[in-house]
Nanobody, 115 residues
């Protein structure tokens, strides 16, 4: 059974940094794609960043140059380093993994940026 557990969300001031972690129950190299999504109140869930098994990375335009996705195969963990946080980054952040035509989601972690 695939389980994804996020951690690292917090209240932070604008301009600050956070690192989110997503611990997977399987090796992260198992998945075709792993990524981070976010959902702000009243808005649809949107892609933040993803990394493929081959190491290709995609970022949303809104986070390019500020966020970095990475993975540690030995720890079965994917990270999202978030720098220069803005008020508009406030959202619940979800870890996602895609494998064998199935999408798996974590429970989410709240990131709140105070202006």
């Amino acid at each position: 059974q695939v389980q994804l557990v996020e951690s690292g969300g917090a209240l932070v001031q604008a301009g600050g940094s956070l690192r989110l972690s997503c611990a997977a129950s399987l090796s992260v190299s198992t998945f075709d794609v792993m990524g981070w999504y976010r959902q702000a109140p009243g808005k649809e869930r949107e892609l933040v960043a993803l990394i493929t098994r081959g190491g290709n990375i995609i970022y949303a335009d809104s986070v390019k140059g500020r966020f970095t996705i990475s993975r540690d195969n030995a720890k079965n963990t994917v990270y999202l380093q978030m720098n220069s946080l803005k008020f508009d980054d406030t959202a619940v952040y979800y870890c996602n993994a895609h494998w064998t035509l199935t999408n798996y989601w974590g429970q989410g972690t709240q990131v709140t940026v105070s202006s």
